[in-house]
């Protein structure tokens, strides 16, 4: 099977197993499938599943089992990790068990669908990128909900699961941490965000404007440039000085993103291990100034 | 779906260029439609939520200078809120002035010639102070704590009530009220019947509570704690009987500070309530870079927190000292006081007023807190 894949536009791949959605023209390719499924999809699935199961039956359970209560309340409806005095141990359903379960099968389906991931790449006798990439993503989800409670020693840390308590876990976590904007591998983190939406906005509108010389065709034009190709490094050129080559934009994209995730689950892994308050140490790095404190008149030095 | 052989051999690049070129336009304009009309749905989903009214009078920072002195209408606010104020009635008023002609000096008044001085040994001015304040506040008639037949009797459990709620009333306003951090020119206003119960004798219980929280100023809510004011942590705080500090709400975490977000989510929620009872946004009372201060960057001081935290101190004053010597005809129905109890909406309640008299102090009041609760040490610039 393998050795039958050669290119994408191959079309002995497009044929196999074919069908066609006519209306995802205009935002995605038409192909549906071959689908693969094997061992770690599957255990990926059944493990979300699983995930998913016991999230909505903690949300029912909370509604009194009520079907529109259930679907009134969505928003806000919540699993939450145990209270504080339970530390790292287990707790009953109600006060936070229902949380350690479905985090535990969530984080089974995220490796395996990691491994399934990484199979696949080799499967498909192409470098594991993506896998690797994707353990950015795997670092920060570890350092919300796994590291960070338990470097501080209780789940209460760790966000709760439900729409609403996302944001109350990000406000909270800021406003308990002095000031998360003032947390430098936040900044960081920020940083690859935004300038990966960037560079994924300049990379994707290059090549658009480009398309009626061939330059969407990127491995090709990554083999062997052609006209599009050159025409669109030399509007950079001429706009920055200098431009990225038709492979290195996509190195730059897999860096920046990364750079993003584990900066941001660095910064959370040291909130409260190595610093309580980031305004304070904004301050002590003298990013900002000691706030005045009441019964004086002048700004004082860092509190701590 | 449809099904259709691929008749694009390897290779043919430009037969499939010119479609992918048609493709690609496509996708162009129809990630721009689906971004304006994905916005669009979160925008009309909001307006529609909060209802296009509410939504863009959220906020009440207009109806309001720095210094809070701007006052709400009562009457206004009343009018608004469609609350059925029932008059003094005809049958009251005769009953009152056959009381009066027969009793020109009070008969068995403890409460407000003790406050409000000698004059008030006069039913004639307990009689305008009574209709002014307390009928009008509460909404009601004489006949509703009174027996026409004997005013002076107590045969009525309202009565005893609102016996209880004037000393309450006055010392609250002696202990707190009197004593809130704040800036020179600012005037001071006075708790009086009318700034919890705008109108209504019956306005706070855990029935209505239940059936309506926006009512009672909680909107939302949610796991674990929703928004209730009063709860067993703030029942237990006290400040330093020596220095008065005092940590009602405060999370900004140190060395010492212990694992967990609970205390945060609390702190949370309570804010959420006080800017919904108030009408303000967090920067009403905090400067947005670092909750924990009382100054913003610019060095000016941030009074409404100095406010905010004196006046916990009297919320947690009333559930502890004063709610459970009420009498309520059905103390368990009652609901715990909280910020919206008074404020409703606006900086300065509604039913406050700065042309109340004020109370003196009294050595010996008819009852007295349950607990001797130390003043918060004012926060002042």
């Keep these: 099977m393998a050795s039958e894949i050669t290119r994408v536009e191959s079309a002995d791949w497009r044929t196999t197993r074919r069908f066609y959605l006519k209306f995802l023209e205009g935002l995605a390719d038409t192909q549906i499938g071959p689908l693969y499924i094997g061992v770690w999809g599957i255990l990926a699935l059944v493990f979300f599943a699983v995930t998913v199961f016991v999230i909505l039956f903690g949300y029912l359970e909370q509604v009194g089992f009520n079907p529109i209560l259930f679907v009134r309340e969505f928003p806000v409806l919540s699993v939450e990790p145990p209270p504080p005095s339970y530390g790292l141990k287990l707790a009953p359903l109600a006060e936070g068990g229902y949380w350690q379960i479905a985090t535990f099968f969530l984080t089974l389906s995220i490796v395996f669908w990691l491994i399934r991931i990484w199979s696949r790449a080799i499967a498909n006798r192409i470098r594991p990128n993506v896998a690797i990439v994707f353990t950015s993503a795997i670092f920060l989800y570890a350092a919300i909900y796994i590291i960070h409670p338990i470097s501080m020693g209780a789940w209460n840390e760790a966000p709760g699961h439900g729409l609403r308590a996302q944001l109350v876990w990000a406000n909270a976590f800021s406003i308990k941490y002095g000031n998360f904007y003032y947390n430098p591998f936040h900044m960081v983190s920020i940083f690859g965000l935004l300038g990966s939406c960037l560079l994924l906005a300049m990379h994707g509108a290059t090549i658009l404007a480009v398309v009626r010389l061939n330059a969407h065709r990127e491995i090709d034009e990554a083999e062997s440039s052609t006209e599009g190709t050159h025409r669109a490094q030399l509007l950079w050129r001429w706009v920055m000085g200098f431009n990225a080559t038709a492979t290195s934009i996509h190195t730059w994209a897999i860096a920046i993103a990364v750079v993003s995730m584990v900066a941001g689950a660095l910064g959370v892994i040291f909130s409260g291990t190595l610093e309580p308050d980031w305004f304070q140490w904004a301050c002590r790095a003298g990013i900002v100034p000691g706030v005045i404190q009441p019964g004086t008149t002048s700004v004082a030095a860092c509190l701590r | ?381």
């Design chain 2, 1 to 381: 779906m449809s099904t259709q052989p691929d008749t694009t051999p390897p290779g043919a690049i430009a037969v499939y260029d010119e479609r992918q070129a048609g493709i690609l336009r496509l996708e162009a304009f129809g990630l721009v439609a689906v971004s304006i009309a994905v916005l669009g749905l979160v925008i009309f989903a909001f307006l529609l939520s909060k209802g296009l009214a509410s939504a863009f009078t959220y906020r009440a920072e207009h109806t309001y200078n720095y210094a809070g002195i701007q006052m709400t209408d009562i009457n206004a606010y009343i009018q608004a809120k469609k609350v059925q104020i029932q008059p003094i009635s005809a049958e009251a008023l005769t009953a009152y002035n056959e009381w009066a002609s027969k009793n020109p000096k009070t008969v068995n008044v403890q409460v407000l010639n003790q406050y409000l001085g000698d004059d008030y040994n006069n039913t004639g001015t307990i009689f305008n102070y009574m209709a002014v304040y307390v009928s009008g506040g509460l909404g009601v008639s004489c006949e509703y704590c009174h027996n026409l037949q004997n005013f002076a009797a107590y045969d009525l459990p309202q009565k005893t009530t609102a016996k209880n709620m004037l000393v309450m009333q006055f010392e609250v306003n002696n202990k707190w009220v009197n004593n809130v951090p704040r800036p020179e020119g600012q005037p001071l206003y006075q708790i009086q019947c009318a700034t919890c119960h705008v109108g209504a004798p019956k306005n706070w219980n855990k029935t209505l509570k239940a059936s309506n929280p926006a009512a009672f100023g909680i909107e939302g809510g949610g796991l674990p704690y929703g928004y209730e004011m009063v709860d067993e942590q703030l029942l237990k705080t006290r400040p330093d009987p020596q220095t008065g500090e005092v940590n009602y709400y405060k999370v900004t975490a140190t060395k010492d500070t212990p694992a967990g977000l609970d205390a945060t989510y609390r702190n949370q929620n309570q804010m959420y309530h006080q800017t919904v009872a108030l009408g303000v946004g967090c920067d009403f009372c905090h400067y947005g870079g670092y909750f924990a201060s009382y100054y913003v960057e610019n060095g000016s001081f941030k009074w409404p927190k100095a406010q905010a935290r004196h006046m916990i101190g009297m919320v947690q004053d009333l559930a502890i000292n004063w709610w459970p010597q009420m009498q309520f005809p059905a103390p368990e129905t009652v609901a715990q006081p909280n910020c919206y109890m008074c404020h409703r909406g606006y900086v300065v309640p509604p039913g406050a007023s700065n042309t109340a008299p004020q109370p003196a102090q009294v050595s010996s009041p008819l009852i007295k807190p349950l607990e001797e609760l130390p003043l918060p040490k004012p926060i002042t610039p």
